[in-house]
């Protein structure tokens, strides 16, 4: 029988032997670069690796209210997620940092139950920047409490902004807000609804790939991904009845 196992940790009181670990499943399993000449990132081709001080620096900054969930499958780290909380108008927000699935784990909703398991009783807000759309497949399902094509675009659209430049995560707080929900002019967007140009330089192979299976099945109601550039998901995180898990709903309440 398989045994999977969810350990949460919450910073400054994060071992340095559980970084080395989501370092190296980071680094085996997130993805591989596809930068164009002159722009900033690896060389095409090889891995996106990180090590324990960059993890340390860019997702566990001194000071952040940072948390980090994983999941081991018969004692293998199969996945995790690092997040960082802060108040925005009074409101706490949860954002994700980083989300990754070993490659063999994938497809088991793993990265929808480990953002189940990280969230907190009073998160009002969650977001993610990602460029593969089942990480925020995964992110709608487990906070907003219905599946992604239900969410509101307006919302997003209304607080992005102010959201994110209020956060402790460079990344979050640096990204430049693109797609047709924060531009005027259509040419400006390439197809992108929601998203924003972080310049991470990410092959787009295998998210493009899961992209046409969830459209050619569903409304995707993100747009497309340029190079370079990430989809924005944000929503108002749905309550837990008793400090049971939500129920998937079929539209928003
Ligand atoms: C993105 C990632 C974390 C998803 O992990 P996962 O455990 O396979 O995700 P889940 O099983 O929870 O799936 C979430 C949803 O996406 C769908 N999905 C997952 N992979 C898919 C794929 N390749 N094609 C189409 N749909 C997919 C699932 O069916 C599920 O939707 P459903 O609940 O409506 O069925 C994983 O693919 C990964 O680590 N990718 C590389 C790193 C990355 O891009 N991380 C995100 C950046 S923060």
């Given amino acids: ?35 164009p000449a002159g722009r900033p990132g690896g060389k ?14 860019q997702h566990l900054p001194p000071g952040a209210r940072c948390s980090y969930v994983s999941v081991h499958v018969d004692e293998a780290l199969a996945g995790n997620v690092f997040a960082c909380r802060w108040e925005y108008q009074g409101r706490q927000v949860c954002w994700i940092t980083q989300l990754v699935v070993h490659r063999e784990y994938r497809g088991r909703r793993l990265a929808t139950r480990l953002i189940e398991k990280l969230r907190d009783i009073d998160d009002e ?21 219905f599946p992604l094509p239900h969410i509101s675009r307006h919302f997003i659209q209304s ?5 994110m430049a209020s956060s402790a995560i460079p990344y979050v ?20 609804i929601s998203g924003a140009d972080t310049e991470f330089y990410v092959d787009h192979e ?16 993100l747009g497309d991904l340029p190079e370079g550039h990430e989809f924005l998901f944000m929503c108002c995180v749905r309550r837990r009845v008793n400090g049971h898990p939500i129920k998937e709903v079929t539209s928003p309440a």
């Avoid at 969810?6 to 080395?20: A, C």
């Avoid at 990204?175 to 924060?182: I, Q, S, V």
């Avoid at 295998?206 to 109601?221: D, F, G, N, T, V």
């Fill in 173 to 192: 707080r640096d990204a430049k807000l693109r797609g047709a929900l924060f531009s005027d002019s259509a040419t400006d967007t390439e197809g992108l």
């Fill in 125 to 145: 807000i969650f977001g993610i920047m990602s460029s593969h759309p089942a990480a925020c497949i995964a992110g709608s399902k487990a906070c907003a409490g």
């Fill in 159 to 163: 607080c992005a902004k102010e959201v």
């Fill in 44 to 57: 095409p081709g090889t891995r996106v690796k990180l090590n324990v001080s960059r993890l340390r620096s």
């Fill in 206 to 221: 295998e998210p493009l790939s899961a992209l046409a299976w969830i459209r050619a099945h569903s409304e995707w109601p």
């Fill in 1 to 35: 029988m398989t045994t999977e196992i969810f350990r949460d940790f919450h910073s400054p009181d994060i071992p340095d032997t559980v970084l080395v670990q989501a370092a190296e499943l980071f680094s085996n399993h997130y993805g591989i670069w596809n930068t």
